[in-house]
């Protein structure tokens, strides 16, 4: 089962901020918080990963509490091509499959 | 960039019949996976392959599944007698290994999937 918990759905109006909460209260210090997307029935697309620090690339930011037990995903100018199902999911970095166990994720919606 | 390709887009198949399903993993990357989509479920891992053999499989990969890696670039999924409830997408993905930072992270590139249904 997914260690992860998220909303199901939210909104946001296109041009602003989307911020993805996700709860991983049972992380352990190997693991990392990863976040992918499905953008419509297409294959997962990675976003970011993080394990302690902030990260922040070309697509989002990852904001890590201090206690690891939680995360948001941020997109800073959300488009309407953002419009997917996002997956956050943990993940033991050392692990030698690297298999990625699905929730059921939260249903972005980006409304002009 | 590089990209994961998978074909066919889309299989018919009748109940029973054999089905393959093809993939072409990014060619530098070392470890190769199978995951499936029931059409409104969640995405579920069936199959994890390294070094030319299976290095997990989930309770969904059944005798009736087998994976191959043929020659240097493709690999395969094999169905061997489809069920209704084989019916879905299926998604291969291979991974970016290392990047100097060894063993500590994964980056999954997802190919873009193939409907199978199943007569």
């Known amino acids: 089962d997914a260690k992860t918990t998220q909303p199901p759905s939210m909104d946001c109006a296109e041009g602003r901020a989307a911020n993805l909460p996700c709860n991983h209260s049972?992380?352990?210090?190997?693991?990392?918080v990863y976040w992918y997307r499905q953008i419509h029935s297409q294959g997962p697309q990675y976003i970011i990963h993080?394990?302690?620090n902030n990260e922040t690339n070309e697509m989002a930011s990852l904001i890590i509490t201090e206690d690891r037990k939680s995360s948001t995903l941020i997109l800073p100018h959300a488009t309407l091509r953002d419009t997917a199902v996002y997956y956050c999911?943990?993940?033991?970095?050392?692990?030698?499959?690297?298999?990625?166990?699905f929730g059921q994720g939260t249903t972005l919606q980006v409304k002009p | 960039e590089p990209e994961v390709t998978q074909t066919p887009s889309h299989q018919v198949t009748q109940m029973g019949q054999e089905v393959i399903l093809r993939c072409v993993p990014i060619?530098?990357?070392?470890?190769f996976y199978w995951y499936r989509q029931i059409l409104g479920q969640k995405v579920e891992f069936l199959v994890s392959?390294?070094?030319?053999?299976?290095s997990e499989k989930s309770e969904i990969f059944d005798d009736q599944f087998s994976v191959e890696r043929p020659d240097g670039s493709n690999f395969t999924l094999k169905i061997r007698s489809t069920k209704l409830e084989d019916s879905a997408m299926y998604f291969c993905?291979?991974?970016?290994w290392g990047e100097g930072r060894g063993v500590s992270y994964n980056e999954q590139f997802f190919g873009p999937g193939t409907r199978l249904t199943v007569l």
């Open positions: 993905a291979s991974i970016r």
């Open positions: 392959f390294y070094n030319n053999e299976i």
């Open positions: 999911i943990v993940n033991e970095g050392s692990s030698n499959t690297g298999k990625l166990i």
């Open positions: 049972t992380i352990s210090g190997n693991e990392y």
């Open positions: 060619s530098n990357h070392l470890y």
């Open positions: 993080g394990l302690k």
